[in-house]
């Protein structure tokens, strides 16, 4: 497995669970000293990604890209794929997909998170799952051609009501047989929802593609009350190699954030 941390370039996002914010040449540096095998990013849009200069910076770092986020879509646009406005729903689809594009020239997956949506008012359940469902069909073969998975994120139950547990999430796809999605399992949002956290990574098995690495409370890990060592016994259990990514508040402030996350990422690994 491998270590990750977020770098959000959204100003809007102010406050959110993103340890670095001054751009991603300073992520890069305090990352690389600190030890990370890679940065996951947060960026307002796929425009305000230079493909060359962001591999520059990750390769002059001995760093990667894990993941990057489409939340921007949602946050500066208020963009969903379960909107009941069909042309929403398709810029939402066209926003994700240019972000799937850069994110693929990286090497990375993207990740459907907060864009994802919720139904209500005229939107029913049933409807919204078949418009989840059609735009993970339509860009998750957009991700495979850039040879990188697509991840959707199960949100806690403040954030969507679609879904907000894993072995649910996983029935679905699977019913459903949608290609090249995997799950993104985040802790905290788990800590939240799940009465095993453990026991619902093995049940989603093979379809875990990435984990976010925060503890109950969005902070690091180490700082709160999850129980890390059956997690990564699950983790283990289900042949996970991929990355454990920061996704938590920069409490008490970023360096101090970062520091304790590798620390905890370190031991985390070398439980047997």
Same mark, same amino acid.
């Given at each position: 497995?491998r270590s990750a941390i977020t770098v959000s370039l959204v100003p809007q996002a102010k406050g959110g669970p993103f340890v670095f914010w001054n751009g991603l040449s300073d992520a890069c540096r305090q990352a690389a000293a600190l030890g990370y095998d890679a940065i996951e990013i947060f960026p307002p849009s796929a425009s305000a990604l230079d ?140 800590? $939240? ?34 129980? $890390? ?8 259990? $289900? ?34």
């Amino acid at each position: 497995m491998r270590s990750a941390i977020t770098v959000s370039l959204v100003p809007q996002a102010k406050g959110g669970p993103f340890v670095f914010w001054n751009g991603l040449s300073d992520a890069c540096r305090q990352a690389a000293a600190l030890g990370y095998d890679a940065i996951e990013i947060f960026p307002p849009s796929a425009s305000a990604l230079d493909v060359k200069a962001v591999h520059a910076l990750v390769t002059e770092n001995c760093l990667s890209v894990a993941a990057v986020g489409t939340g921007g879509g949602w946050v500066v646009e208020k963009l969903t794929l379960t909107h009941v406005d069909a042309a929403v729903r398709q810029r939402a689809r066209e926003f994700i997909g240019s972000i799937i594009d850069v994110a693929g020239e990286l090497g990375a997956p993207a990740i459907i998170g907060s864009m994802q949506g919720r139904w209500e008012g005229p939107v029913t359940r049933e409807q919204a799952l078949d418009w989840l469902g059609e735009a993970l069909v339509e860009l998750g073969a957009r991700a495979a051609r850039h040879g990188v998975v697509l991840l959707y994120e199960p949100l806690n139950r403040y954030e969507t009501n679609l879904f907000n547990r894993l072995g649910d999430t996983a029935g679905w796809l699977r019913e459903r047989g949608i290609q090249n999605v995997r799950i993104l399992a985040d802790l905290f949002h788990m800590n $939240i929802e799940e009465a095993d956290s453990a026991a619902a990574l093995r049940e989603a098995g093979e379809l875990v593609g990435h984990v976010h690495f925060a503890d109950s409370h969005r902070r690091a890990i180490g700082l709160g009350q999850t129980n $890390i060592a059956p997690i990564m016994a699950a983790l283990r259990a $289900i042949g996970y190699a991929g990355y454990l990514s920061a996704e938590i508040f920069p409490l008490p402030d970023p360096p101090t954030a970062a520091a304790q996350t590798i620390q905890s990422f370190r031991r985390a690994v070398a439980l047997t």
